[in-house]
């Protein structure tokens, strides 16, 4: 059987049919590599047409991880899937506040979702920070309320929620929310969306290819 042994050369080939595929999409460059990695993460076509990635947002996330900023995640997946290695070349941290017991706690004695909680958690520690929702719309949901109210102030958000219920709708709110953004229109998304447009960011900012 011949196939494809080296994981570089899979990558670039995969690369190639997605470039052949889809087009440059009128995107810039930074735009198009978050793009293409996606697609490349999902293996779906599709989502060159689903992606929504805010004017701004290549030079301001890749600023901030230049300058050290953390990401917050909602869950623990997205969390093991950004490359720590490269966020420390900054100095930041990939945080999660999900499995915190005073967490836990808040969310079962008020009946809403930890998601929601860690969210109010991790606020004071958003500034300037880039936060990262791949699973939870009640994550994103809640962090557009904080923000409004001024207790959350991050440089950027990758929403990516997914699911029937609230996904769409937290993705079209955060769309509206006047804040650098990387979301996916309509049920589709997912933690392995989250995790490889912020791993593209990562790459951005270390490549020196923050400007679009």
Not at 145 to 163: K, R, S
Not at 172 to 188: N, S
Request: charged share 20%.
């Amino acid at each position: 059987m011949s196939f494809i042994h080296d994981p570089r050369a899979i990558e670039a080939h995969s690369r190639e049919i997605i470039a052949a595929r889809v087009g440059d999409l009128g995107l810039g460059r930074g735009e198009r590599a978050i793009v293409t990695r996606i697609i490349h993460a999902t293996g779906d076509l599709d989502y060159a047409r689903l992606v929504v990635i805010h004017p701004r947002l290549v030079q301001a996330a890749t600023t901030a991880l230049r300058q050290g900023a953390d990401i917050i995640t909602d869950i623990e997946m997205v969390r093991q899937g950004i490359s720590s290695q490269m966020l420390a070349r900054g100095g930041g941290r990939v945080i999660c506040a999900i499995r915190e017991k005073e967490v836990i706690n808040a969310a079962a004695a008020r009946g809403v979702t930890r998601a929601m909680v860690a969210m109010e958690y991790l606020a004071p520690r958003m500034a300037g920070a880039l936060v990262a929702i791949g699973n939870a719309p009640t994550a994103l949901f809640r962090l557009l309320e904080l923000m409004a109210a001024g207790l959350a102030a991050p440089a950027a958000i990758i929403g990516t929620p997914v699911g029937f219920v609230g996904a769409a709708e937290a993705k079209a709110a955060l769309e509206t929310a006047g804040i650098p953004f990387v979301t996916v229109r309509g049920t589709r998304g997912g933690s392995t969306v989250a995790v490889a447009a912020v791993n593209a960011l990562l790459h951005l900012a270390w490549e020196g290819e923050g400007d679009n």
